[in-house]
């Protein structure tokens, strides 16, 4: 299971610069790894924290299921980092969290938890639930540009991508939440994006998803495409 946050943290060695076979070598040591870390459950209840039906001091003792420690602690933190920036704020409308399988073997998850609105426009928002994978302008980019094709033409209210990143920043140890309106004229334009995920899902295909053809045509029409 993939979504489009997952590019600029596989790719090797930089968006930009995605190479296919680095990548692929990246992929498989990461997925290799041990104690996956899931985030579903605070991003759950972002429709709850908008209309101001959570507050922080319930936070605490709402994860505290996990065996491992250190993953109640993040989902904590991710939690209240949400409550800081949305709570009772505007109003929610969660978008679909439905799988689009894209080739047999390989599903995407959308990137878009919902619109948001401020009470003057509204925003798709994306969200950065992981601490150690900070996001700099060229990710921004990419993902806002997968928003807008992917979700934001289809929608007759246009709304804006608006990215929060709850990564630490730098040394610090500390998450830091950090809202990011992008606009279209800075967005990477969709023929750079159409090239970096033909490049990734390459990467994908030579790390084992051989369902993936070797050539590629229109490839955001993959991941737009509606499915049953």
Do not use: C
Request: proline share 7%.
């Amino acid at each position: 299971m993939f979504q489009l946050l997952d590019v600029p943290k596989f790719a090797y060695p930089s968006l930009s610069e995605l190479d296919p076979i680095q990548t692929a070598n990246n992929i498989l040591d990461r997925l290799h790894g041990k104690s996956f870390m899931s985030y579903s459950r605070p991003l759950g209840l972002m429709p709850k924290i908008v209309r101001g039906e959570i507050t922080s001091a319930d936070i605490p003792s709402m994860f505290t299921s996990n065996k491992e420690e250190w993953k109640n602690v993040n989902q904590r933190e991710v939690a209240k980092s949400l409550y800081d920036s949305f709570g009772g704020k505007g109003a929610w409308y969660p978008v679909s969290s439905k799988e689009i399988q894209v080739f047999e073997g390989l599903w995407f998850r959308p990137s878009v938890k919902g619109v948001w609105f401020d009470g003057k426009a509204p925003f798709m928002v994306a969200i950065n639930p992981r601490k150690r994978q900070p996001l700099v302008q060229e990710h921004l980019a990419f993902l806002a540009r997968g928003m807008h094709e992917l979700y934001g033409i289809d929608d007759p209210n246009d709304p804006v991508p608006l990215i929060l990143d709850l990564s630490v920043e730098g040394k610090s140890d500390i998450r830091s939440a950090r809202k990011t309106i992008i606009r279209e004229w800075q967005m990477f334009s969709l023929h750079e994006f159409e090239e970096i995920m033909r490049a990734f899902l390459e990467a994908l295909r030579v790390a084992g998803i051989d369902a993936i053809p070797r050539e590629l045509k229109d490839v955001t029409d993959i991941f737009r495409r509606p499915r049953s």
